[in-house]
């Protein structure tokens, strides 16, 4: 049979994931002609794990992806069964908002989304090979011997490369909850002559709720008060469904302890590398065998399914090891399992082989977005997608890249942590991870990120014209309260003996008033308002920019100083090996990651301060043998 034209466009996304949607919409958004190619209309945006969006970092990560442009915060938004503000008694840097999905409801209207896009054509079908012109990606080929061409083409395949599912001792070829796995476009990539490592994850069993006794379970309903991820979002869900909480129990371990012989986990079965932050049950019996429980949160699926996922308990156990389990745990005593857990095996290009754009360094116009890149989570999928929607589009238009830098974004952190360091297991964003966190919070994505969301044309003038006038009126506020003084009166005086505060020995400043710990906005506003009343937003940014003033201006002197070793250039055909003093381990490294800059070159894994030091004053010879 053979291959049939059928069509040309810009950009082509493979995959319809988490990465894929955002990749798809960024692209058509910013107008290239975009085709999004998926295995089944019906699960775009799936989430064949946990139900859920959000948490510490990854919540972060939504609102940037919001402040861009991006569509997951609007989506959840809309979709969601709960919401909760995590960490609030905690400093702002560690706060991030989690919402459970409705997993149907958040599928469905992110399809409906894709299919408004006036820019963006949706297609079922299997990629099995790319086209391959002069060394560059110039379209694909479908299962079906559909050619489609393109400038640039998105990989975004999560976890079906080659995906194997197993369940104690079976095995079976498949991707997430039994839908077909793509093993030609996997042999493509391994032709290609693509870096591949084999990576795992797993899901735990679901079980139906009318068989669960609550009774003997914590609730954990969402916040009452109204929140959102998208800075858009104007209406709010609040009749919410709770989750529930229980433990696992020394009967339950032992169970596993017993029949880790019969685990793909500890058989040998599995041979991918699983994730570090989300271990199975079986890892955590083995890893942590001196705790006597572990937690267990019963999360419902959505609003019009009594399927509750059991978030906790991922395993690779045979199917009638998971029954003893699962009765072990209290509240589950009588709980009938729907589907089973299973482990996942799956293939994931090297992250080194990527320019900081996500575009492979192997071939020019193919880019890599989501889990293929060897992350884990939906939000980091998301991330990676949009960036790399956003780059391809402006490939297509003879514009440069957009890269984040690690002060900007986590985003940032999580694309400079892959194509700098790579990983060696799913990698997950952590707070952790990024040294300018007190920079990086949830409330400030906003500010960070929308101006560039508006310069690259996935902002709108309406929404940045609201931005605009947010700015103004938090510097507007700071500017007053330079000017309001605070006096010892009876009533200051006895709101600060209530708050514990020692009490005002002279007049001050309000801007140093505010920036006592047990002092907050609302007490300003109580001695001195504004004019108008401010909405809370403004007041939150303006009580936490005044607090924390000092550190941030610490945290912005250290990223001067690296943004001077990212000026730094490297030119782009240098010779590693023949630079003298440098060690083996870092010509390997540095020749095999390629860094643009001295200070991406910094944070390879291998490369030492001396070494960093040697490549400086090379690269200065250089400049000055040239200009000479």
């Known amino acids: 049979m053979a291959n049939f034209n059928a069509g040309h466009y810009d950009v082509i996304v493979i995959g319809a994931g988490h990465a894929g949607v955002e990749a798809g919409l960024a692209s058509a958004r910013m107008g290239a002609k975009t085709l999004m190619l998926t295995l089944n209309l019906d699960s775009i945006a799936f989430m064949p794990c946990n139900p859920s969006v959000g948490g510490p970092a990854k919540g972060v990560v939504v609102r940037e992806i919001d402040a861009l442009g991006g569509e997951m915060g609007k989506n959840i938004d809309k979709t969601h069964i709960q919401m909760r503000l995590l960490n609030t008694r905690k400093g702002p840097a560690v706060r991030a908002l989690r919402a459970q999905a409705d997993k149907v409801l958040y599928q469905q209207e992110m399809k409906r989304t894709l299919e408004k896009e006036d820019n963006l054509t949706l297609v079922q079908g299997m990629v099995e090979r790319l086209i391959m012109e002069d060394g560059e990606c110039r379209g694909v080929i479908t299962k079906t011997k559909a050619e489609y061409r393109a400038e ?4 975004t395949t999560g976890t079906f490369l080659r995906g194997k599912v197993l369940i104690g001792d079976l095995s079976y070829d498949s991707g997430p909850n039994n839908m077909q796995s793509s093993i030609n476009l996997a042999h493509h990539l391994d032709e290609l002559g693509f870096d591949i490592v084999r990576f795992k994850t797993g899901t735990p069993p679901r ?11 914590e609730i954990q309903p969402g916040d009452e008060e109204p929140r959102a991820f998208s800075y858009e979002t104007t209406e709010y869900i609040t009749d919410q469904i709770p989750c529930w909480l229980t433990y696992t129990t020394p009967e339950l371990h032992k169970i596993v302890d017993q029949n880790l012989n019969r685990s793909s986990m500890y058989s040998g079965a599995v041979k991918g590398t699983g994730p570090r932050y989300c271990p199975s049950i079986e890892d955590k019996v083995v890893r942590f065998n001196d705790k006597p429980r572990h937690q267990v949160f019963l999360e419902p699926e959505g609003r019009h399914t009594d399927e509750i996922y059991v978030q906790g308990l991922s395993t690779s156990m045979p199917e009638d090891v998971q029954h003893e389990m699962i009765r072990t745990v209290p509240g589950l005593e009588n709980a009938k399992i729907m589907r089973a857990g299973y482990a996942i095996e799956y293939d994931a290009v090297v992250p080194t082989q990527l320019w900081p754009s996500l575009e492979t360094k192997k071939i020019p116009g193919l880019f890599t977005a989501g889990q293929i890149n060897g992350t884990s989570g939906y939000e980091e999928a998301a991330a990676q997608g949009i960036m790399a929607g956003v780059n391809a589009a402006r490939k297509v238009f003879g514009q440069e890249p957009v890269v984040l830098e690690r002060s900007q974004a986590y985003i940032g952190v999580l694309i400079d942590d892959l194509v700098t360091k790579g990983t060696n297991e799913p990698y997950r964003l952590l707070t952790s991870r990024a040294e300018y966190r007190l920079l990086l919070r949830h409330d400030n994505a906003d500010l960070r990120l929308t101006e560039l969301g508006h310069d690259i044309g996935l902002i709108s003038e309406e929404r940045y014209q609201g931005f605009v006038r947010k700015k103004q009126l938090i510097q507007q506020e700071r500017e007053r309260l330079e000017t309001v ?8 005086q006895a709101m600060l003996e209530e708050k514990g505060a020692s009490r005002l020995k002279e007049p001050v400043n309000a801007i140093h008033f505010l920036k006592r710990p047990e002092i907050h906005y609302q007490d300003i506003a109580l001695i001195s308002a504004p004019e108008e009343s401010l909405p809370e937003v403004i007041q939150e940014q303006v009580d936490i920019q005044v607090k924390y003033e000092g550190y941030i201006t610490k945290q912005m002197e250290d990223i001067e100083k690296m943004q001077r ?3 730094k250039k490297i030119p782009e055909h240098i010779d590693y ?5 440098l060690a083996t381990e870092a010509k390997e490294k540095l020749d095999k990651v390629r860094p643009l800059s001295v200070g991406q070159a910094s944070r390879v894994s291998g490369v030492n301060p001396s070494d960093v030091s040697i490549l400086l004053v090379y690269i200065e010879q250089g400049r000055m043998a040239k200009a000479e």
């Open 152 to 155: 640039n083409v998105i990989i």
């Open 207 to 217: 079980v139906i709720s009318h068989s669960i006794d609550y009774s003997q379970t």
């Open 565 to 567: 070793m990212e000026k």
């Open 485 to 492: 003084v605070v006096k010892p009166t009876e009533e200051v």
């Open 577 to 581: 090996y023949s630079i003298n003093g």
